[in-house]
């Protein structure tokens, strides 16, 4: 296997925040994790960026990543991290192949509407469900890796990060070799012009298909290591404010490069953390300023989406 | 294809990174240091839990910490600080859901250096947070969620504890309140969030209901969404049914509205309203509540507290500060910091000395301590979690003022369940060992 | 039989106010093409400003109860006016021409940004102005009891369905809107002054959302949140009937405060799900909503 420029540095990058894992205080090490994690279902919304799709319920996958988690060691007696991850994305995709077949007859904004409609369909079901706790959801504990328990908090908050390091390399590489290939390029040819694709003898329908079903299945891996990391599931993955958020950073990243998501999300827990603490009453402002910001002044960062064409300029 | 943003975000980012740690280090130096007694405050600083319980709390806690400071507080509480050693309190938003706070309770506890934390009224941010404070092994009071699920989970826990009380005394006393007040009760109805608050206040009610007033019957009962705002069509649902009685753990704008709402279209006069959070907007109901409307505060807090010294003294500060009168949040407030004091000064240190979270841990397990409220006597959840009485009372306008009549009070030995049995268990056994006058 | 009266006259209340809410949604939407996500703050900052105003007057007990309807109106033309045409003229002009979906996100940053501008300005406490409320009594149906001023909102909401329909249908300026809803880039060449009838049009909108928050304001208690609350009705129900139709917010607004109310009067486990079960029941039969134009795919 050959690998390019990209990958190297990603792998060097991985490497090195291992390494930095050893040294640095804990509260670094948890925001990181999160970080790292939610960039992995902003992945997932950036994969179905790439091809023309908004989803204002990625919270959805998310959710049942993390959910599964939890109710593996729960309910199911899977305290083994790695197989109750695979689980998540297991299920995540099982449900995105059912849902995709309704969602990808849909664009733009009644895309948006739909995968918001069942994210909140999920909201409402685990709302109901006081066996799952309702909205204040259950913890997450006592989960292996191979057998192997970490001891204490402070090993196990590190393991998940490395964890989470060493899947979110891994993702990143795939990623990075998916929109090189021919179907992410293609994915990207269906964002700008559906009908052409068509021409070519392809079907969008079955790319936005298989995309979106992939970027299930990413999403939901972020949900699981969030809720190994915090140790705690609650409803609210599954709520539009939360599916807000992952577009937020997704913007903030831009769609050029896969490492994007991964610098914007931690440049977004960074900021908020800090707003949160120097300017309690007004952190929100904060964010939202920051957003018009980088929209604004940093256009090169959102340049693939406003290179797009609208529909219609062309008379 | 690297771009100038993504060259920028690299840069800008590892810049942020490096002032982060810097600032994080250098505020972690700074803290460990002082000499101060830091304590982490968590509350509803924004959104719609801020107005009702995030505010009276934050304003709570900074007229009793500044007075603190000064060693104003009456015997046995006159000492300056905590232990001597004068309080910094950080207060810091509990919005953004469990995760957020799981996150912003690390940052407390490693980056800011607190020596104690008190906070949360989510129950579902005290679930999560439960498990950190004992990897961090940090002493944590959360002063006012009410989830029975506390010290279930968290059977053995070290260092977390409750002030507040656990969310079944509050049905079980209502319920005690309707037996004593109006026992020929039969048609009940309710309305909640539809959230695991609301779930769970209803399943102890109705509960407790077929217990204590058997010849009733749940005539109709509704879940709007928490935050809706406008319950027209609940409350013709409510309405059609003729309940004599309308129980609602709703809280904060959600219970203004319905209070507003129900009222206007006459089902307050039709039947009774029964609030357990109801204390909350004394001030706020003015005219549009009607007199006879049932209302508690979670226990012997707010407009219930007792005439004592410390409370007669708070709420004049308070009163002072803000030209209210606290309350029920604020009182709480109130009381988990007092039991946090009590802890600091009655581990047998020297003056000045900062407690560790073990000592502190040591001091307020099993104890009984004098609050604004009456005697606190920790003597559930394994010494952890609080017991005291609660107290109901109809509400009353008159001439301008909003006052109580009416009010009942219920020893904690009449509605707590004992040591070890849970609450749907102690009332489905029909309250076993209760001890009520 | 009691039942089936309330759920035709809750569902007719809450329809309006649904309407209300989503009207302004809807007609920025179908003119500017831009989904405002801070149409919910547009609604709170109505409801704040309608509670403030009307709170202080009767605080200082300044004249009689009727002139707080008045302030109400005033309050929410007055906010919407001035809120409309700062961040028109100041943001959304220099973004005209990107992405749609970039507009969205531009809109939900304003949103962040409001929200905490309205707890600058307002504070955190909730604002109980309930006296315009209360002061229009009841009206008896039986067993049922129904508040007057949920009755005249009916009234109300048809009222500026009139009013809106009239606007674009009667009169000129409306003539020139609708033809900007259908080819932005030929009215351009036709000569309109598109620029112009994007900041009426917005103005209108944000004056709608006030309006239905102001309105609102008195049943209620003002926190903060519950612009929050509304964005997502709102959106559902535009959807529904149809982006940048009028008529369509109004069906859809009626399809959607009937389902809920017979939900919640014979079904209330499924009263969270109702929204979303009746836009995707809608959706899956007409993808555009029921009064959307399918448009041309231009290749």
């Not at chain 3, 920025?28 to 405002?36: A, E, P, Q, T």
Request: proline letters at 3%; charged letters at 15%.
């Amino acid at each position: 296997m050959r690998f390019d420029k990209t990958e190297i540095s990603l792998a060097a990058v991985a490497i090195a925040l291992v390494l930095f894992g050893f040294v640095s205080p804990g509260w670094l090490i948890f925001l990181l994790t999160i970080a790292f994690a939610k960039a992995l279902v902003v992945q997932g919304v950036v994969m179905q960026m790439r091809s023309g799709l908004v989803s204002f319920g990625q919270g959805l996958f998310y959710c049942i990543g993390g959910y599964t988690v939890g109710m593996g060691g729960q309910f199911f007696g899977i305290h083994d991290a790695i197989a109750a991850l695979s689980l998540g994305m297991l299920v995540a995709i099982a449900v995105a192949m059912v849902l995709g077949l309704l969602l990808t007859r849909y664009r733009d904004i009644f895309f948006a509407m739909l995968s918001l409609a069942f994210s909140m369909i999920l909201f409402g079901i685990l709302v109901k469900s006081p066996e799952l706790g309702s909205t204040d959801g259950f913890n997450v504990h006592n989960w292996t890796i191979f057998g192997w328990a970490p001891d204490g908090g402070e090993s196990s908050q590190h393991t998940v990060f490395t964890l989470t390091i060493l899947a979110g390399l891994v993702i990143a590489v795939l990623i990075h070799r998916y929109t090189k290939a021919g179907i992410g390029v293609i994915c990207e040819a269906v964002r700008e012009n559906e009908v052409r694709v068509e021409y070519l003898g392809l079907s969008p329908r079955w790319l936005l298909y298989g995309n979106y079903v992939s970027a299930a299945a990413v999403s939901a891996l972020g949900g699981g290591l969030t809720a190994l990391a915090t140790g705690h599931v609650d409803p609210e993955m599954a709520y539009w404010t939360t599916s807000g958020e992952f577009i937020f950073i997704a913007l903030l990243g831009g769609l050029g490069h896969v490492a994007a998501p991964f610098i914007a999300a931690v440049v977004f827990s960074v900021v908020r953390t800090y707003a949160i603490e120097l300017v309690p009453h007004t952190w929100q402002m904060i964010l939202g300023f920051t957003l018009l910001g980088v929209i604004v002044f940093l256009p090169k960062g959102l340049w693939s989406l406003v290179s797009r064409k609208k529909a219609g300029e062309r008379a | 294809m690297k771009n100038n943003k993504t060259t920028f975000s690299k840069y800008l980012v590892s810049g942020v990174a490096a002032l982060a740690l810097t600032a994080g280090l250098a505020s972690g130096a700074s803290a460990a240091e002082n000499g101060k007694f830091r304590i982490g405050i968590v509350t509803f600083l924004s959104g719609p839990a801020a107005g009702p319980f995030g505010v009276p709390s934050a304003n709570a806690a900074k007229v009793l910490v500044e007075a603190l400071n000064k060693g104003e507080l009456p015997a046995p509480y006159n000492k300056i600080g905590i232990n001597g050693a004068e309080i910094e309190a950080v207060i810091i938003d509990e919005a953004g859901g469990a995760t957020k706070q799981v996150e912003e309770y690390r940052n407390l506890v490693q980056r800011q250096k607190v020596d104690a934390v008190i906070g949360y009224v989510s129950s579902g941010d005290c679930l999560a947070v439960a498990p950190v404070a004992e990897e961090l092994k940090t002493f944590t009071i959360a002063y006012d969620c009410g989830t029975s699920r506390l010290f279930v989970e968290n059977s053995d826990a070290k260092y977390m504890f409750r002030t507040g009380l656990d969310a079944s005394v509050d049905n079980i006393g209502a319920v005690r309140y309707l037996a004593a007040t109006r026992p020929d009760v039969t048609r009940l109805s309710g309305i909640q969030q539809n959230y695991s608050w609301g779930q769970d206040s209803w399943a102890d009610f109705t509960a407790a209901a077929a217990k204590l007033l058997p010849e009733s019957e749940i005539v109709e009962e509704q879940f709007p969404k928490i935050y809706q705002g406008q319950y027209g069509a609940e409350i013709s649902a409510l309405s059609v049914k003729r309940p004599e009685i309308v129980h609602s753990s709703f809280w904060g704008g959600d219970m203004e509205a319905l209070v507003l709402q129900a009222n206007a279209r006459g089902l307050l006069e039709d039947a009774t309203g029964l609030l357990t959070c109801g204390e909350a907007s004394l001030a706020t109901y003015k005219d549009q509540a009607p007199n006879g409307m049932i209302i508690g505060a979670r226990g012997p807090f707010g407009a219930f507290a007792p005439e004592n010294e410390l409370n007669t003294w708070f709420k004049g500060v308070y009163n002072a500060a803000y030209d209210l009168d606290p309350v029920y949040p604020a009182t709480k407030m109130a009381q988990a910091i007092l039991g946090l004091k009590f802890a600091a000064e009655n581990a047998g240190l020297a003056d000045k000395e900062i407690p560790t979270a073990d000592q502190l841990a040591a001091g307020l397990k099993g104890a009984s301590f004098p609050s604004v409220s009456g005697t606190v006597e920790m003597a559930r959840g394994n010494g952890h979690q609080a017991m005291q009485g609660i107290s109901y009372g109809e509400y009353h306008y008159e001439d301008g003022k909003a006052s109580i009549v009416n009010s009942v009070s219920f020893s904690g030995e009449c509605v707590t369940p004992p040591e070890g049995v849970s609450a749907a268990d102690w009332i489905a056994q029909g309250f076993p060992g209760a001890q009520c006058n | 039989m009691t039942s089936l009266l309330a759920v035709l006259i809750d569902g007719s209340i809450y329809a309006s106010w649904l309407f209300l809410v989503a009207a302004g949604l809807t007609v920025i939407y179908g003119v500017m093409r831009i989904l405002n996500m801070a149409h919910g703050s547009f609604y709170a900052i109505g409801a704040y400003s309608a509670a403030s105003l009307v709170g202080w007057y009767f605080n200082n007990g300044i004249g009689p109860a009727w002139i707080s309807y008045l302030l109400l109106v005033g309050a929410a033309l007055v906010a919407g006016l001035i809120v409309g045409v700062i961040i028109e003229r100041g943001l959304l002009r220099l973004m005209y021409g990107r992405d749609e979906i970039l507009m969205v996100i531009i809109t939900y940053a304003l949103l962040l940004i409001l929200e905490d501008t309205m707890k600058i300005v307002w504070g955190v406490n909730p604002y109980f102005a309930y006296q315009p409320y209360s002061e229009l009594g009841r009206t008896s149906l039986g067993l049922l009891k129904v508040s007057n001023y949920d009755l005249s909102l009916v009234g109300v909401s048809a009222v500026i369905g009139l009013v809106l329909w009239g606007l674009l249908e009667r009169t000129n300026t409306g003539k020139v809107l609708r033809a900007v809803i259908h080819d932005r880039e030929i009215a351009v060449a036709m000569g309109v002054n598109v620029r112009l009838m994007f900041t009426i049009t917005f103005v209108i909108g944000t004056i709608l959302g006030a309006l239905a928050g102001a309105l609102t304001a008195p049943a209620i208690s003002v926190v903060p949140g519950i612009g929050i609350e509304v964005i997502v009705l709102a959106f559902a129900v535009v959807v529904i009937g149809g982006l940048g139709s009028i008529g369509g917010a109004a069906v859809g607004a009626l399809l959607v405060g009937l389902s809920r109310a017979a939900a919640v009067h014979y079904a209330p486990e499924f009263e969270l799900f109702v929204i979303y079960g009746v836009m995707s029941l809608v959706l899956a039969f007409r993808p555009e909503g029921l009064f959307g134009r399918t448009l041309a795919r231009k290749i």
